[in-house]
């Protein structure tokens, strides 16, 4: 199943006003672009060439829908991802905290 590559990835986002770019360390590096409005993140993500070729809804585009909690320290955000027009495929919940910038040795 395509959300099985997803199950223990992380991700990155990087945000420019409400574009927002996510990016996951799954097998496939999948990049995937996204809006923020308010407290709602979406994102469509197309799926690797590879898993097009898994049975089932492989070939299909999943959506990543979230809501930013900015009351927590660190922020965090709850959500799902889902396999678009899929009614077997079960979504795949999440929640993520922010996590500090690495700092390098010797930074200025």
């Known amino acids: 199943q395509v959300l099985s590559s997803f199950s223990n990835a992380s991700a990155v986002i990087s945000q420019s006003g409400k574009n927002l770019v ?8 999948t990049v995937a ?3 923020l409005e ?8 197309l799926p690797a060439r590879d ?3 898994a049975p ?4 299909q585009t999943l959506t990543l829908t979230a809501t930013v909690d900015p009351t927590t320290e660190p922020k965090s955000l709850s959500g799902q991802l889902a396999v ?3 009614q077997s495929c079960t979504p795949l919940e999440f ?3 922010r996590q500090a910038r690495a700092t390098g040795e010797g930074a200025h």
């Open 38 to 45: 308010g407290k709602s993140l979406k994102s469509s993500i």
């Open 95 to 97: 929640h993520a905290a």
């Open 84 to 86: 678009n027009n899929c």
């Open 33 to 35: 672009f996204g809006v």
């Open 56 to 59: 089932g809804c492989g070939d």
């Open 22 to 29: 996510i990016t996951f360390n799954n097998a496939s590096k």
């Open 51 to 53: 898993s097009s070729r």
